[in-house]
């Protein structure tokens, strides 16, 4: 009777969840169990929007370099109204539109180098098991060392004003807060995959 009980329900969890319908749920990172983070192919001033926002335009050039076997793509970058990763140190709950995900690992492109995984404030801590990328070089972040939002020339839509950028051979937090650079000097964008 237990048995006959226990099938029954079983079968009628089933058929509750529509299993043949995957659509619903996009699969994270192309389907591997980890995302990618890699720069963008070029440099760029802090003035990204030419038409729509700055952070809707660094997410058009992370797309546009993006590696083979790389999935949807977003920019490290924020502006704190349309996108952000904290309000506050704590930084519980705060995040719009943000690009790291809580529990999954981060690698460089290639995925053999792992720089770490998103803890549950969807956050990478620091020290990074390894740098974003392994030479010399900047990118814009426009955030403070704790994730808080900084300087971001004017919601990445000047070359007026000054930007935070990170030290990409950096695994402690300058690797997201080195210092701020003039909004009319060049940087990488980091690029995530979603």
């Known amino acids: 009777m237990q048995y006959t009980l226990l099938t029954f329900i ?17 699969v994270p990172c192309n389907g591997k169990n980890y995302c990618h983070i890699y720069i963008s192919e070029n440099t760029t001033k802090g003035n990204l929007a030419t038409s729509g926002s700055g952070i809707e335009a660094a997410d058009a050039i992370c797309t546009a370099s993006k590696p083979p076997n790389t999935g949807n793509v977003k920019a490290f970058l924020v502006d ?23 529990g999954r690992e981060y690698r460089r492109t290639g995925g ?24 010399a070089g900047t990118i814009y972040t426009g955030m403070n060392a704790n994730y808080t939002t900084g300087n971001d020339c004017s919601n990445w839509t ?6 935070a950028i990170g030290d990409l051979e950096s695994i402690d937090s300058a690797a997201i807060h ?7 000097n060049l940087h990488h964008l980091l ?3 979603q």
């Open 80 to 102: 704190g109204t349309t996108r952000r990763a904290c309000a506050t140190a704590d930084c519980d709950g705060e995040h719009i539109d943000w690009v790291l995900s809580t």
């Open 10 to 26: 079983l079968i009628a969890l089933l058929n509750a969840c529509d299993l043949s319908d995957k659509s619903a749920v996009p």
């Open 178 to 184: 080195d210092s701020d650079s003039s909004c009319n």
């Open 112 to 135: 053999a180098i792992v720089i770490g995984t998103a803890n549950i404030d969807g956050l990478i801590e620091f020290n990074l098991l390894s740098a974003f990328y392994p030479t």
């Open 191 to 193: 690029c995530v995959e």
């Open 158 to 163: 000047s070359t007026m004003f000054t930007g």
